[in-house]
């Protein structure tokens, strides 16, 4: 019968194999900090109350785990991982359904895997176990399973014999069991072991002294990837990066050189779009269908609607909408600004704060100076209006529909529509002028 679901979430660990000023759980991969991958997971398994345990000097896993919507608990001294658990047991008050605890160093780990844990409790199991089979199963806990395929215990790599360092299915960390139960069997681990720790895993052994059942749910290595230094960072990086690129190309988009694209966790890109290599992005970008991004474009928090083009060299700043076959050219920035349909920035320009009409050509070297050196001030361009090159649009301002602006111009004033605003110094010719200037100078030549 499903019951309802709680998670526990252990950040109180000093993290120092990263070598950081910031908490380990609030490095990033993939765009959003593990601690905030740990949390997506458990909601998206049907987790509704989750509890953060930090440690005492945790203020900025505090803070990140309440923006995050949890409820935080500090577990005092590291005294271990079942120690950790027992410290969330007030913050939980008085939950009765199916609790797991994640760590916040495996960012990996998938709802599915989360979804068969509280399954096995469901169905009748004391403890389920997220167990993997490693490639190197070094330091990892070891499962040991009966001839029936029940979980006995699990022996952490420090305190096993020879024999048991043989087994290669290992713990993930990742445990759930019924609220009553788990701290019912914490109530009794104890921490006669090598490192003098309260071991959440010794719950398993536990329970099975009571007489209750274990089971173990297996998962992909990726999946439950456990990062302690930056090595581990940059492996949880790639396997995410792996499974993101697999998902884009299972769903219908074109990516030319897949080792080469960098997605985030919240990237949406549409069937047909075509991805050329080395494409960067960031957080919050939607792709829409049949859109084309060249190589070097780097995007972060907006929007690229249907068969737009970008790039290469483009870099869209956060608030940007390319319009639907809008057109973003080589070493075009563009940061909060709207490019209706069909509109065009080819050639080396940079647009902020900006709204550009449908069908407006902005020439090469436009720039909006949108920035007085305390606020942003905006520029709006009508619908199919033409920016000569190399204008400096000097916000706020507007350009009228169909309006046209000559090359060079310091626009600081409104144009209406269907306008020609020229703002430049006007030229003139000397004539013969040359040539007594290099008279000036017999004998030599500047070139
Ligand atoms: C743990 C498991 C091991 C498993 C491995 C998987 C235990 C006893 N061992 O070992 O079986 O194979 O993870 O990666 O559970 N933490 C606290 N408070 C503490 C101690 C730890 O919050 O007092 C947190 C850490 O921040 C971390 C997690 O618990 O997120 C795991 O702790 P760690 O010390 O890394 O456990 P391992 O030795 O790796
Ligand atoms: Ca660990």
Not at 116 to 134: L, S
Not at 165 to 179: D, I, K, Q, T
Not at 275 to 289: Q, R, Y
Request: overall charge neutral; hydrophobic content about 45%; charged content about 20%.
């Amino acid at each position: 019968m499903p019951q309802a679901r709680a998670a526990v979430i252990l950040a109180a660990g000093k993290g120092v194999r990263m070598r950081s000023a910031r908490s380990k759980v609030l490095h990033e991969v993939g765009g959003r900090s593990m601690l905030a991958w740990s949390v997506a997971a458990a909601r998206a398994a049907g987790v509704e109350r989750i509890v953060v345990v930090h440690a005492r000097d945790g203020a900025e896993v505090e803070a990140a785990a309440k923006a995050l919507g949890c409820a935080t608990a500090v577990q005092t001294e590291q005294l271990g991982t079942g120690n950790a658990v027992q410290s969330a047991r007030e913050a939980l008050g008085g939950f009765t359904g199916a609790v797991v605890v994640l760590f916040a160093d495996t960012p990996l780990i998938s709802p599915k895997t989360l979804t068969d844990a509280f399954a096995r409790i469901e169905g009748g199991a004391a403890v389920a176990v997220v167990g993997f089979h490693p490639a190197a199963p070094g330091s990892y806990g070891r499962l040991i399973v009966g001839a029936n395929g029940e979980l006995l215990r699990i022996v952490e790599a420090s305190d096993a014999t020879p024999q048991e360092l043989e087994v290669g299915h290992c713990n993930s960390g990742v445990l759930a069991a019924g609220a009553a139960d788990l701290f019912a069997f914490l109530a009794e681990v104890k921490n006669d072991n090598r490192k003098k720790e309260y071991y959440l895993t010794d719950v398993v052994a536990v329970a099975r002294r009571k007489g209750r059942r274990a089971g173990v749910v297996d998962a992909d290595e990726a999946e439950v990837l456990g990062v302690n230094s930056r090595v581990d960072l940059a492996a949880a990086e790639k396997a995410f990066q792996e499974r993101a690129r697999a998902a884009a190309l299972e769903a219908g988009v074109t990516l030319v050189a897949p080792e080469t694209v960098f997605f985030s966790y919240d990237t949406v890109i549409g069937p047909d779009a075509v991805i050329e290599p080395n494409v960067v992005f960031g957080p919050g970008v939607t792709v829409e269908g049949g859109a084309v991004v060249h190589s070097f474009t780097h995007i972060t928090e907006s929007v690229v609607r249907a068969k737009a083009e970008l790039g290469p060299f483009a870099r869209l700043r956060p608030g940007s909408d390319v319009g639907p076959g809008a057109k973003v050219g080589n070493f075009v920035e563009l940061k909060k600004t709207k490019l209706g349909a069909g509109a065009k920035a080819s050639h080396l320009t940079y647009l902020g704060d900006a709204i550009v009409g449908a069908k407006a050509n902005i020439g090469a070297g436009t720039i909006t100076c949108n920035y007085d050196g305390y606020t942003k001030s905006p520029t709006v361009i009508g619908e199919g209006a033409f920016i000569g090159s190399d204008t400096s649009l000097v916000a706020p301002v507007t350009v009228g529909a169909r309006a046209y602006t000559g090359a060079g111009s310091v626009i600081t004033e409104n144009v209406p529509d269907d306008a020609l605003a020229v703002a430049r110094g006007r030229q003139s010719n000397v004539e013969g002028w040359s040539i007594r200037f290099r008279a000036k100078h017999p004998g030599k030549s500047h070139d």
